[in-house]
């Protein structure tokens, strides 16, 4: 025991009981490592769960969730029967879809099949999902997509109804009501009707809606107080009358910050899925039959 | 000397054992406790505190401020306060947030409600049935909103606007008759002059009717552990309830 504190000098009892100390530690850490860490065996439930089923936890939270949803009682309020009755529903669904998996379900079950490949989807997109991008690459994002990111256009437009065989008044009335000749109401007297779907104040996609594409286009490059020349569509002479047009305003970067977020989330998750999609084609072996190559 | 630095050595690696071991016993004693009635035991209420503080400041901070009082420039809700978008506030309610999100794309989220945009074409969009309306539709909404929070309005601009809320916009469906909104589904209360998104005024509610809302809120179940996420709840609760021991001394 004379040189059990000097470390130069060899002492058989200390290397003895350090071995011996450092073996239980070992056993102690191992033993908790098996009974505790996922994925093995285990004898204790973990906290976070509230019962096993060959392994396979069933969650405390779903647990907490069930009972609200099936008794409207939170787990101080609930009976003793009520707990039990929600845990054995729990146990039953998990020994059933332990069963699926045996069974293959999957494979010729469309709901089943569905439902994997949303949960595979879904873990992919988790990292997209949870990250916070920065400030910085949100502008860069907003302003690669600027187009998308504006209020929408709003129109008062009248739009003056001729017969085709009318197209001299409708140039008439077209000229009139560029000079202010002739007021709004008064061309009726000019053989025009005016349609009924416009005339009020709109929203841009809903004039494109209501006029039609060719005329939509006419409209909104017209100012306000402009008359266009007559446009013939079909069986018809049109001449629009712009009482209003105000044009789309682009969102700034803090109006639209929420939209542009959700947006460069999505296209984060569609990269990803279609990473992680060649990477599965990748290393899958499939084979395609001839008539179908 | 050296018996002295070997018992240093063993007492510091039994302290952090120590600690390691009562961390662990306190995180199992955490996650069995209802959640909604930790907050009358101070101990593991504190302990909760501590560790949720950390995990906010980590996950949640970079939106909702470590403060938790959020933006409403970006529609990130204050968390601070006494007005609670989904569920009442509960731990477990927060919890369940937390773990599954809102419109995170988790199946256990709240994914059920988002604010239609009135004013974008919405044929064929499959949320409600309901169409679009005009810009004066969505103008006298937004008077009537108005005049339910008891701010000046146009009077027969809101009166009109009624009508659109409980019939054309179909607003009544989320907000209910009485607009106080719906904590089942996360809408929000018209006429508690909260506003989730932008300063109130007419032109930031008009935006929101005519373009819609749809924040997101993240699920962290594939990302923290269950103790970390009970934590996080713990926290969140405590930034708009009075702390027992507080309360206790009031």
């Not at chain 1, 350090?18 to 009974?35: I, N, S, T, W």
């Not at chain 1, 392994?55 to 409207?72: E, H, K, M, V, Y």
């Not at chain 1, 803090?254 to 084609?281: K, T, Y």
């Not at chain 2, 050595?9 to 662990?24: D, K, P, T, Y």
Request: hydrophobic share 40%.
């Amino acid at each position: 025991m004379s040189n059990w504190r000097e470390p130069n000098r060899v002492n058989t009892s200390r290397s003895m009981i350090l071995m011996a100390v450092g073996a239980v530690a070992g056993l102690m850490l191992a033993g908790y490592a098996l009974f505790t860490a996922r994925g093995t065996s285990t004898l204790f439930v973990p906290p976070e769960d509230v019962a096993l089923v060959n392994q396979q936890p069933i969650s405390r939270s779903d647990f907490l969730l069930q009972l609200q949803t099936l008794f409207g009682v939170d787990i101080a309020h609930a009976t003793t029967e009520q707990r039990r009755q929600v845990l054995n529903e729990m146990i039953r669904e998990e020994l059933f879809v332990q069963r699926g998996k045996e069974l293959d379900v999957a494979s010729t079950d469309p709901d089943v099949r569905s439902a994997m490949v949303n949960a595979v989807e879904l873990e992919i997109a988790a990292d997209a999902i949870t990250t916070q991008p920065s400030d910085a690459a949100l502008v860069d994002y907003y302003k690669a997509h600027t187009e998308k990111y504006s209020r929408e256009g709003l129109m008062t437009v009248h739009d003056y109804v001729f017969p085709k065989d009318a197209l001299d008044q409708a140039r008439r009335a077209a000229s009139d009501l560029r000079s202010g000749r002739v007021r709004p109401d008064a061309v009726a007297q000019l053989g025009a009707k005016e349609s009924p779907i416009v005339g009020d104040e709109q929203f841009y996609f809903a004039a494109r809606i209501h006029l039609g594409p060719v005329l939509f286009d006419a409209a909104r490059a017209l100012d306000n107080g402009a008359a266009s020349d007559p446009i013939t569509v079909g069986d018809t002479v049109h001449v629009l009358l712009m009482t209003n047009n105000t044009r789309p305003l682009p969102l700034s970067f803090s109006e639209a910050r929420d939209q542009v977020l959700n947006d460069f989330r999505r296209d984060a998750i569609n990269h990803m899925r279609l990473g992680d999609e060649a990477f599965l084609r990748k290393r899958a072996n499939i084979l395609i039959a001839d008539d179908l190559r | 000397m050296h018996m002295r630095a070997g018992l240093l050595i063993v007492l510091g690696v039994l302290s952090v054992l120590a600690i390691g071991v009562h961390r662990e016993r306190m995180g199992a004693r955490l996650l069995r406790s209802d959640p909604d009635t930790l907050a009358a035991d101070p101990s593991l209420y504190q302990f909760a505190l501590a560790g949720g503080k950390s995990v906010f400041n980590a996950r949640c901070a970079g939106c909702h401020g470590e403060d938790g009082r959020g933006d409403p420039a970006r529609g990130i809700p204050n968390l601070a306060d006494d007005d609670w978008l989904y569920g009442e506030g509960l731990v477990s309610d927060i919890e369940r947030i937390v773990m599954h999100g809102i419109r995170s794309n988790d199946p256990k989220a709240w994914n059920l409600a988002h604010m239609p945009a009135f004013g974008r074409d919405r044929t064929g969009v499959q949320d409600g049935g309901f169409p679009s309306l005009t810009p004066q539709q969505i103008r006298d909404v937004v008077e009537y909103v108005l005049s339910l929070e008891g701010r000046p309005a146009s009077a027969p601009s809101a009166e009109r606007g009624a009508k659109v809320y409980k019939m054309d916009g179909g607003c009544y469906d989320c907000h209910s008759d009485d607009a106080r909104g719906n904590p089942a589904i996360g809408a929000p209360n018209l006429v508690d002059r909260v506003t989730l998104y932008g300063d109130g005024s007419r032109q930031s509610l008009f935006d929101s009717i005519a373009y819609g809302r749809s924040g997101v809120c993240p699920a962290w179940d594939r990302k923290l552990s269950p103790l970390a996420i009970r934590e996080v709840a713990v926290h969140v609760f405590s930034l708009s309830h009075i702390a027992p021991l507080d309360a206790a001394r009031l």
